[in-house]
């Protein structure tokens, strides 16, 4: 287990040591992800690598003509479907196509926050990715729409798992 001193992403004096290496990147597409920590487990037992789309997603897929990469699926707790991006069996995204990202202008929200994410428990975090080094220093600033998608994430799950009233 890593030491909290060990920690490889820093933040200091406005800056983090982050900088997306974007087409630079050996893996320009960030999935298939695996998952944070063996011992989450989501309630509805979904594979990490589901890229689940909020309604700004489906709608941008739509608008753009790329209704294919979208599949429908059910939650096994709530019983309410729900959209995500259409994937391989090996967890790989179908919009990944000769090694890059097809739909990288209108990329749904879960991949516009990569490699950050909100907890809970401790705030923003990330998932190990290569742009992470204590050779860039990027301002905070510089991330915020990706900020800002985690933000539409965990509200998305949040919504999804509220069950709606009555009027």
């Known amino acids: 287990m890593r030491k909290m001193s060990d920690s490889w992403l820093k933040i ?12 630079y990147c050996s893996n ?4 298939p992800f695996a998952g944070i920590n063996e011992n989450i487990v989501n309630i509805d037992n979904r594979p990490f690598s589901e ?4 309604e700004a997603d489906i709608n941008r897929l ?10 429908t699926s059910l939650s096994k707790q709530t019983n309410k479907e729900y959209k995500k991006m259409a994937l391989y069996p090996d967890g790989s995204c179908k919009a990944f196509i000769d090694g890059k990202c097809s739909i990288n202008e209108i990329k749904p929200t879960l ?3 990569f490699p950050f994410y909100f907890d809970m ?4 975090c990330a998932i190990t990715c290569e742009g ?5 220093w990027s301002d905070l600033g510089d991330y915020e729409e990706c900020f800002e998608a985690a933000r539409k994430m965990y509200e ?9 009233k009555e009027i």
């Open 12 to 23: 200091k004096e406005g800056k983090i040591n982050f900088q997306c290496k974007l087409n």
């Open 28 to 31: 320009s597409c960030c999935g």
């Open 51 to 54: 890229i689940v789309l909020s």
């Open 62 to 71: 739509y608008d753009n003509g790329y209704s294919q990469f979208i599949e």
């Open 111 to 113: 991949c516009r926050a």
């Open 121 to 124: 428990f401790s705030g923003l």
């Open 132 to 136: 992470f080094s204590d050779k860039y």
């Open 156 to 164: 998305f799950w949040i919504d999804f798992y509220t069950p709606k």
